[in-house]
């Protein structure tokens, strides 16, 4: 089809009701009616990126396969959709004013007075339409962050209230809205709902569909109520009752004809009827499970529920693969110690050591690594978490007292992990960074080959430092084996240790690319020794 659809959802009441998940059903239901899709994500922040942002700002930074450090909510997009994002897919009011006024430094607007319309909202619209200049998608999806009303959302809903009226048919407004139950009334109140449409109307942009969060079901009446002042058709209210789990909403919209709503205002084809057979077996395997292994998660943002997103997303694809629950036990590693590490992390099946930047909780990492190595006890090491095997290795196996990554100990006496020269040349944050894909070789013969099933991978990067190859012959001899290498800057992308039952640590983000559709092999494999342990 030759015209791109666009499809804008908007949140009001209260932040974090689920605008990621909202839009990435709707993408999920559209692709099972066969229809081409993408989202993309208008952060109102003033960064750049999130890719600087301490995670308790922000939660987990993803990262897409060119290289975009992005909004955790595109890992949900992926995830759901099984359709790759890009840097494109991520604008933040950051990018949009540091393009207009990189156009003004170039004397491109010649000479007028640069305002907020219409050039940060020009800028915004092109970053909208950019995708399709790409794709010839039939719907593009774009979810505006925060919360109508804010100050820094205006120029985005000014945007959005400018292409509605420049795209006519091709558009349509999804508002995400909360109806809250006061156990005093025991009643739904729908006021808030007519408040934040109210507000979006003051912004001049009308709500097509409202679809209502609430922990208890629309009466007719209440749809009716809320048509009635909010402008639209009872049908186009809908439902979005709390659910188990964040896989049950496509099914739940469907339900509502969340998609068939959007198709008929879109003037759409709707006699398909979405495919949603795979999604389904999905979720009753994920209720279902025949067992349950426990999993220990070390890390520093433990306490951080979106921190470690697409880990546990993962663990949840790979455990329904396996036919198991994984419960995911955090360990906050700035408290592990010789004296608690056996106390803490003796009943687990499995551990796997988080990625994170920083010097804080390292040692807590490596004593917890060391624990699991003497004790055959399966080890997954995510980015950091190699390195941190890497180092643990040096010091308790190789007698290199003090190895250490040059990250946290400029003088270490063994740097096992350093930066490459070419990085140290590089000024800037994320310059010194691989971001994105980059392809990896694997060792024939290794468990990681028999696992991917593969000789030649690629997977996505987010880091600054490395394994250093001056140690690499001390630790193959020693049984620490480079089994996965980038041949064209021979570093060192996977380790796995001979003799062990599963203990892989890996340079790359495989949790960035598990998705229902395709559980990311690492991770299925990885629950699967888990649960062999648990069973012995």
């Keep these: 089809m030759s015209t791109t659809k666009y499809i804008f959802v908007t949140g009001g009441v209260t932040s974090s009701l689920g605008k990621g998940i909202i839009s990435s059903s709707i993408a999920k239901l ?12 208008l952060d109102p922040y003033i960064n750049i990126d999130p890719g600087t942002l301490n995670p308790y700002e922000h939660g987990e930074c993803f990262v897409t396969e060119d290289g975009a450090e992005t909004d955790l909510d595109l890992g949900h997009y992926e995830r759901f959709s099984n359709v790759p994002t890009s840097q494109a897919n991520n604008v933040t009011t950051g990018v949009i004013y540091q393009s207009v006024i990189t156009k003004e430094r170039k004397g491109e607007f010649l000479g007028e007075t640069v305002q907020v319309i219409p050039h940060i909202t020009d800028e ?49 407004v999804v508002h995400l809205t909360l109806v809250p139950y006061l156990a005093a009334a025991g009643e739904l109140k729908t006021k808030p709902t007519q408040h934040s449409v109210k507000t979006l109307l003051e912004f001049g942009v009308q709500p097509d569909i409202i679809v209502c969060r609430s922990e208890k079901h629309l009466t007719e009446g209440i749809r009716h109520k809320i048509a009635l002042f909010c402008n639209v058709a009872p049908s186009s209210v809908i439902e979005c009752i709390d659910a188990e789990s964040i896989y049950d909403v496509p099914i739940l919209m469907r339900n509502e004809n969340l998609d068939l709503e959007i198709l008929q205002k879109t003037l759409m084809p709707s006699d398909s009827v979405p495919d949603l057979t795979d999604w389904e077996q999905f979720l009753y395997a994920m209720k279902h499970p025949a067992g349950e292994v426990t999993i220990g998660l070390v890390g520093k943002y433990v306490e951080l529920k979106d921190a470690y997103k697409s880990i546990n997303e993962s663990f949840i694809h790979a455990g329904t693969t396996n036919g198991v629950k994984v419960k995911v036990q955090t360990f906050h590693s700035e408290f592990i110690n010789e004296s608690n590490v056996a106390e803490k992390l ?28 003497e004790h055959n006890i399966p080890f997954f090491g995510i980015c950091l978490g190699m390195q941190c095997a890497v180092i643990e290795f040096g010091r308790n196996v190789l007698g290199l ?47 990681i080959m028999d696992i991917y099933k593969a000789e030649n991978i690629s997977e996505r990067h987010r880091h600054r430092f490395e394994f250093n190859n001056e140690y690499l012959d001390m630790y193959r001899k020693a049984g620490m084996m480079p089994v996965g290498i980038n041949e064209k800057d021979n570093l060192v992308e996977i380790v796995e240790l001979t003799g062990h039952p599963w203990f892989i640590g890996v340079q790359f983000h495989p949790e960035f690319k598990s998705t229902v559709a395709h559980p990311h092999p690492l991770f299925v494999s990885f629950v699967k020794a888990a649960k062999d342990y648990a069973a012995r």
């Design 346 to 373: 003796g009943d687990l099946d499995g551990i796997l050591v988080a990625p994170g930047f920083g010097e804080r909780g390292i040692e807590g990492k490596i004593t917890a690594i060391k624990y699991v190595r």
């Design 401 to 447: 007292e003090g190895a250490h990554s040059t990250e946290f100990n400029k003088s270490t006496p063994y740097p096992v992990i350093d930066m490459m020269e070419i990085q140290k040349q590089i000024s800037g944050l994320g310059g010194t960074m691989r971001l994105g894909a980059y392809p990896c070789k694997l060792e024939p013969g290794s468990h």
């Design 30 to 41: 559209l692709v099972a009616r066969g229809f081409s899709v993408t989202i993309q994500k």
């Design 124 to 172: 915004i619209k092109y970053r909208i339409k950019l995708l399709a200049t790409r794709f010839p998608y039939d719907f593009i999806i774009t979810e505006i962050g925060g919360t109508v009303g804010d100050i820094e959302s205006q120029p985005f809903i000014e945007a959005v209230r400018q292409l509605r009226w420049e795209l006519g048919r091709n558009c349509v």
